[in-house]
């Protein structure tokens, strides 16, 4: 098991933002204050959620509330200390996964970033020629495979995936040697 890398399920705030300081302070009540946090994530308390202790039971036993769904913004907020767990949970999970988090160790190559300057053209390119012959082929909309292939290579030797193939091997090469990776 490889932990998540910092900026995994991270989002931003568009440059554009008339009032980018509220965004983030709004951000940051919700990520601490355990209150607008159950709010956030659970929905209305009484309705959508109830507390037994500390575990939630969802929707509130006694009412005709749905279980409220963030949606996918749901999983970027996620604040491990404030995350409730529910009261029909498996007790072994816990321990289960302390055990699994035992085994995790860094990625390594997590952090490794293509500098695109010298085949931003060939990186275009061959991102167009893979989802032209690419995903037809992938979802099998071709009626001869073996041709559709071969002009799918053909397409991509065209593109420059040769120099493109090239450029990440040298960088990565160089990140190997830079983080002392064997």
């Known amino acids: 098991m490889i932990p998540n890398v910092i900026n995994q399920d991270g989002f931003a705030l568009p ?4 009032n980018p300081e509220r965004c983030l302070r709004i951000l940051e009540e919700i990520k601490t204050d355990s209150a607008l946090y159950d709010t956030f994530m659970y929905g209305v308390k009484g309705y959508n959620y109830e ?8 929707p509130a036993p006694g009412t005709e509330g749905a279980v409220y769904d ?6 970027a907020m996620r604040t ?4 409730r767990t ?15 988090k035992e085994l995790a160790v860094d990625n390594k190559f997590g952090p490794a970033v293509l500098d695109q300057t010298e085949v931003s053209a060939e990186l275009a390119a061959v991102t167009q020629v893979a989802q ?20 799918y290579r053909k397409a991509l030797t065209d593109a420059g995936i040769d120099a493109l193939v090239s450029e990440i091997k040298t960088q990565m090469l160089e990140y190997y040697t830079e983080k002392g990776i064997s």
Do not use: H, R
């Open 70 to 75: 963030p949606a996918s913004i749901g999983w």
């Open 51 to 58: 507390l037994e202790g500390e575990k939630i039971i969802a």
């Open 132 to 151: 032209q012959y690419g995903t037809p082929l992938n979802i099998g909309l071709v009626e001869d495979v073996d041709a559709a292939i071969e002009q």
């Open 80 to 83: 491990e200390p404030l995350i």
């Open 86 to 100: 529910s009261a029909t949970e498996w007790e072994g999970f816990a321990p289960l996964m302390t055990e699994i």
């Open 15 to 18: 440059k554009s933002a008339p």
